[in-house]
């Protein structure tokens, strides 16, 4: 028998620990919850000791799993190292870049120069990987982010993109010929929830009272963008996408404190790939999202 672990057993011993359950672990890893358990019990069998504690709230490592799980992140580090430069050698444009951002820009600014893009570069498969949360590109999560910021990483190369600029919105019929102006504090309002991390508007909601006034709070931009057309309340959303809606109407004039940058960003080991230097001259280009911002 032979027990020595490979790759694969310490890859799973890093999916449970970062996970801290099986079910999670298994669904992160796109397995299944039996699957899992048998493979994390096929390596304590390898090895002859517990690597987990098996508790109601979860599995907690135990001081041999710690060991194992520490060697993993050692691993890990350095095989996703060793892809990025062996990655950087690429002299192709071709093959798969993947583009992390959030759900917001992607349905009011990117989708349509996704389109062109194809035109450009077809030999190009772009991956575009959603979600309000900050990627790691350094572990490989995506190839290029295109997020808001108020500073990146420093351990991330790029550039800035333009300006997002929020205003206070609601649903048009809800807010025209009404008579007597009614008081935002006095309106029922649509918020980011707690999970949502948006640390400004978070911060401008408590200071201005609104955040009392939420009657919905949502984890996206879009959701809130959703409820505001809905007429559940009205919430600070991007220019970019709240302008262009014709079923949504300013209540006020941009507010600089929630202006944020747009930031284009990647790997340093990674900006001299052929495909992923194609996907950053693209969406470089001369003003070619800034307009898509006013």
Known sequence: MNNMLDWNDYKVALQIAEAGSLSKAAQMAGSSHPTMF???NAVEAKL???LFDRLRTGYRPTAAGEEVVTVARQIAELTTETERRVGGRDLRPSGTVRVATTDALLFAVLTPMIAQFRQVEPEITLEVVVSNEISDLSLREADIAIRPARAP???????????????????QSDHQDNGIQRELSEMPWVGPNRSMPYPELHAWMAKNGY???????????LGMHAAVRSGVGIAVLPTYLAEADTELVSL???MD?????LWLLTHPDLRNTARVR?????FAGPDLIATRLK
């Open 278 to 282: 194609a996907v950053l001259d693209y």
């Open 257 to 261: 404190e929630l202006s944020v940058d």
């Open 211 to 221: 955040d009392d006034r939420c009657v919905c709070r949502m984890n996206t931009l």
């Open 38 to 40: 048998r493979r994390i």
């Open 252 to 254: 006020g004039a941009s």
């Open 153 to 171: 990483e420093l351990h991330l190369v790029g550039r800035k993109l333009g300006v997002i600029r929020q205003a206070i919105y609601g649903k």
């Open 48 to 50: 002859g000791v517990r």
